[in-house]
Each structure stands twice: as C-alpha cells, then as structure tokens.
C-alpha cells in the first residue's frame, strides 16, 4: 500500500496547526508493523484554543443560529463530498486500523454517508411542544444545542463512528470537538477536511488527535466543554465521570464495553444449523472481533452442542486472515502488538483453567511484520472462567452449554456488562420471553446486528449510559430541553 494524503496537523477554528509544542505521534499500519504518518498530538493549550473558538463560534451563531434549513443543506453537502471520496477514505481506514478494505468500502463508509444524511434530513422534523393549559397561559417545550460537544472516539470504527458523534451533534446545532483515536486518526481529519469544503464554518467541527490522558483528559475536565461523548473501553469510561465531577458537572454520554452471549437453542440449530453458525462466526469474528457488540459468549443448548461446534469449525475456512488491501481478506490484522499480547493471554489463561482450544488460538503472518491472530474457538468453557467473563477484544469466542431456559438467561445475566445480545430459537414465545428477560440494550433474533440508523444503540450496567447512538434519541444527548412559560393577558 502507498503512503496515505491526507491532513496531519491539528484542525483549529478553520485552519490545520501544529500542535503548540510542535509534539506529533506515530501512527502505523497493523499489517506490517510500520509507521504512517507522524501526527500532530494536542496538549492542553491546544484544547484551550480549539474550546474557545468552538464557544465564540457557537455564541456569534455562525452555526447554532442557522435556520434548520441552512445548516441541512451544508451537511447535505458534506454527507456527498464524504460519498466522492469514499474510496479515499475508506482506504485510510483499512490502511491504518488494519480493516480490511471490502468491509471498509461497503459497510463503513456507507454508513459514514447514510449517517451524515439521515441526520441532516432529521434535523428539521424534530419538532417541539406546547404543553396542556389554561386560556391564561402557553408553555412551550423546545429543543435547543447544548454548546460545545467534545467526541472522543474509538479506533475499530474510526469513520463510522465519527459519524455517529457528529451527525446529530453537528445537525443539532452544536460546536463539535473531536479526539481521534491516536492508533488510526487519518480518516477523521480527512473527512474534516471535507467539511470545511462543505461550508462548516470555522470553529464548528476541529479535530485534535493526541493521547487520551493527555488530549482527552484536558477536554473532559474543561469547563467551557458542555458534553463529553465518548465511545470506549468501561475503564476510560468511568474516567470521563470523574473528570466531570472534578470540573462542570458536563453531560457524559459512555458507549463502552461488551460481553455479548449469543443464546442458542436447539430448535435453531435442528431446523438449519448452517445459518445459525453463519451468523455466530460474524458476531464472533467482524471486524477481528474488535467490536463492542462482538459474539463473544455462545451458549448452546447441551443437546445441540456437538452439532452446533461442528458447523462453526467447518466456518472458520471462510474467514481468511491475510493483508486488509487483498479483497479475500476476512480478518486483518489486532489494532497494536499490546492488542496481540492480550489476545494470546486469555488464549492461554483459558488452555490453563481447562478449556479446549478447538481452532486457531496462535499468532499467524509473524513475517509481515503485522499483528495477526488465527480466528479462536474456546470450548467446554465455564462462567467463572475468564474468557467468559471479560472482553477480549479480538478474534476469541467462547462455548457455554445450558440445558434450561433458566440457565441460559442466568448465564447471559452474569455479566458486568449489559451491550448487545442474540437469541436463536423458533419459538415465537421464547424468543419474546427470552428476549425481555436478557440485559441488554439492543436484542437480535435468529440473526447478529445491532439494527440500523432507524434505532437507538446503547447499552444497560457498564456497558455505558447517559444517552444513545443512532435514531431520534441520538439527539438527546446534544439538545437541551427549555421550558418557556407565557403569562397572558397580565
């Protein structure tokens, strides 16, 4: 692969900078282990500036005082010039996340571009109330931008998820911040870029890559900063609170880990068993299983099980591990050599605690250079093991058996984490009892998803709170909600 073109410098009030210490950080390509680009990396001055000219922009109303009208038919602009520039950017995501390209192409960056315009489409159709009174009085219940919205973003969907920040944010009003992850920051400044293309005034949308406790640190205790989003690990998480506490009490919006079980009942895997291993190989292994709704726990009802590992180990031939850029490419390479070294832990931790590696489990391609792991399956698991119980964020899918529909919902339960969860059965009733009763905020059946632009994204216990990604709800968490009460006739 060639040397990607695109921005590196810090995106400040219009303009791309140095960082204020001149400082950059290296970001490399996963599939041989070499450095990219050398980035600019933001400190706290940085943030300052950036915080300042994002709060005067909002104030002088260059964005937030648009009528709805101007501001869609800027991000209708933005939402096509990401779509003219697809390939681009989908070849920095693969490039530099080590995605492979035909996932990139097809599912990222179209998502990237529906996100952008659905929200922009949206943004004139939320519409306000008037509340119930007497002749003497109207109360209005409107809507209106929060400020300033700081993103801070995840490295396994660098695009994709930018546009879930920013496409309501954005179409709500706001002035928007945005903290790359320092691992693959390359297409977020390229899609920055385009925004000021397409007439994002300066101030609206800047980006500042750096390290998160230094760049997201400064943004989460910032004062003049009113929402913090941000999707990650629960451990980051949890430090966005604290930093909200220590400074204004801003909204925190955590999109953070999974442990999601995929429930399997006999019925599913009699009536069509290649289907249901179809769809537990791509909750398992998308994305390299780098994915926060990952199928990661499988629970087989005791009586399908043999039939069940069986169809899944015969899978593992169409997921081929190799170079992102091959478009046979299933499996690309672990973000980072720490991504690999955690991987082959719980791979060993789990041989150790008695399981069976039934497939894969080693490290793969050691002669590119890149951080590659075989796609893992790990039977005769226990809850209390570890690979059950935590995320690995990798290629690594755990079998449970259970032999009631009680068990299977306790299993699935016993968990820190509360994200995204399947339930493969034709019961029509047990699915809808099973579904009601697992913890999780989005429930597939008898497939692996997470739904569409159409439906809120979010999850229960620590996998995150305080507003959702995706659908109308998405803006909650950008908009205030005012109260104006008019005295008539006095």
Not at 275 to 289: K, R
């Amino acid at each position: 692969m060639s040397e990607p073109t695109t921005p590196t410098q810090l995106l400040i009030d219009g303009k791309f900078v140095d960082a204020a210490s001149g400082e950059t950080l290296e970001t490399y390509n996963p599939a041989t282990g070499e450095v990219l680009a050398h980035v600019a990396a933001a400190g706290v001055e940085d943030v300052d500036v950036a915080v300042a000219a994002a709060r005067r922009a909002f104030d002088e109303g260059v964005w937030s005082g648009l009528a709805p009208a101007e501001r869609k038919a800027v991000m209708l602009r933005f939402a096509d010039l990401v779509e003219q520039n697809l390939e681009q950017i989908a070849y920095l995501d693969s490039v530099n996340a080590g995605k492979p390209i035909v996932d990139c192409e097809t599912l990222d960056l179209p998502d990237v571009v529906g996100t952008l315009r659905w929200y922009a489409e949206s943004l004139d159709k939320v519409f306000g109330k008037v509340s119930p009174t007497g002749a003497d009085a109207v109360g209005l219940i409107t809507r209106q931008p929060r400020g300033v919205v700081a993103a801070v973003l995840p490295w396994n969907f660098p695009a994709a998820m930018l546009s879930w920040k920013l496409g309501p944010a954005l179409s709500a009003g706001n002035s928007v911040i945005v903290k790359p992850p320092e691992q693959a920051p390359l297409s977020t400044l390229r899609i920055a870029e385009l925004a000021l293309e397409a007439g994002v005034p300066a101030g609206v949308f800047s980006v500042l890559p750096g390290p998160g406790e230094v760049t997201g640190r400064a943004l989460g205790l910032h004062d003049d900063v009113d929402v913090v989003a941000f999707t990650g690990s629960t451990e980051v998480g949890r430090e966005f609170l604290r930093y909200a506490a220590d400074s204004n009490l801003k909204s925190v919006g955590l999109e953070c880990g999974g442990k999601s079980p995929q429930i399997v009942f006999a019925d599913a895997v009699e009536r069509d068993v290649d289907h249901v291993a179809d769809e537990l190989a791509n909750a398992a292994f998308w994305n390299n299983g780098q994915n926060c709704t990952a199928g990661s726990r499988i629970l087989v009802e005791a009586a399908a099980h043999d039939a069940l590992v069986a169809a899944l180990q015969a899978k593992l031939a169409e997921w081929p591990v190799g170079d992102p850029g091959d478009r046979a490419t299933k499996l690309g390479p672990l973000i980072e050599p720490s991504a690999l070294e955690r991987v082959l832990r719980y791979v060993d931790g789990a041989r150790e605690a008695g399981a069976t590696i039934v497939a894969g489990g080693n490290r793969t391609l050691e002669s590119t250079g890149g951080w590659f792991v075989e796609p893992t399956i790990i039977d005769d698991v226990t809850p209390d093991m570890a690979v059950a119980r935590e995320e690995i964020f990798g290629p690594v899918v755990a079998v449970l058996t259970f032999d009631t529909e009680a068990e299977a919902v306790r299993i699935a339960n016993d968990s820190a984490y509360g994200l995204a969860a399947s339930v493969f059965t034709h019961d029509f009733e047990r699915a809808h009892r099973v579904s009601r009763a697992v913890d999780a905020g989005t429930v597939t059946v008898n497939c692996y998803g997470e739904g569409d632009i159409t439906t809120p994204f979010g999850g229960f216990k620590t996998s995150g709170f305080g507003g959702r990604d995706n659908g109308l709800e998405a803006f909650d968490q950008y908009t205030e909600i005012k109260t104006t009460w008019f005295a008539l006739g006095s």
